[in-house]
């Protein structure tokens, strides 16, 4: 089992800018590929951001690209998402995702439960 837990999320203004974190424990996070999913208001989870395992590849949605940013420390099993110039749409509960194996968009085995984001216009 791996348990996650994210932390960082909050409220900010249009334009600025919030880190996520997500501490993962249970398993060698080195084996892990790390994801980061959100869900907005009324909308179906969709994919953000993920990360190999070892860190070398990143992969983002269209909506994010240039603005965001994933990466891990596999010396603190911690994941990370920075996003800057945030949006009005960008708020979401925003979740992290673990999977086994290399593949980036693929099913993910365990879930955190969330941090809410929320950017005012």
């Known amino acids: 089992q791996v348990q996650l837990v994210e932390s960082g999320g909050g409220l900010v203004q249009a334009g600025g800018f919030l880190r996520l974190s997500c501490a993962a424990s249970?398993?060698?996070?080195?084996?892990?590929?790390m994801g980061w999913f959100r869900q907005g208001p009324g909308k179906e989870r969709e994919f953000v951001a993920g990360?190999?395992?070892?860190?070398?590849?990143?992969y983002y949605a269209d909506s994010v690209k240039g603005r965001f940013t994933i990466s891990r420390d596999n010396a603190k099993n911690t994941v990370y998402l920075q996003m800057n110039s945030l949006k009005p749409e960008d708020t979401a509960v925003y979740y992290c995702?673990?999977?086994?194996?290399?593949?980036?968009?693929?099913?993910?085995?365990?879930w955190g439960q969330g941090t809410q984001v929320t950017v005012s216009s």
């Open positions: 990360i190999k395992r070892s860190g070398g590849s990143t």
């Open positions: 995702a673990a999977r086994w194996g290399d593949l980036v968009k693929a099913a993910y085995d365990y």
């Open positions: 249970g398993r060698p996070f080195g084996g892990l590929t």
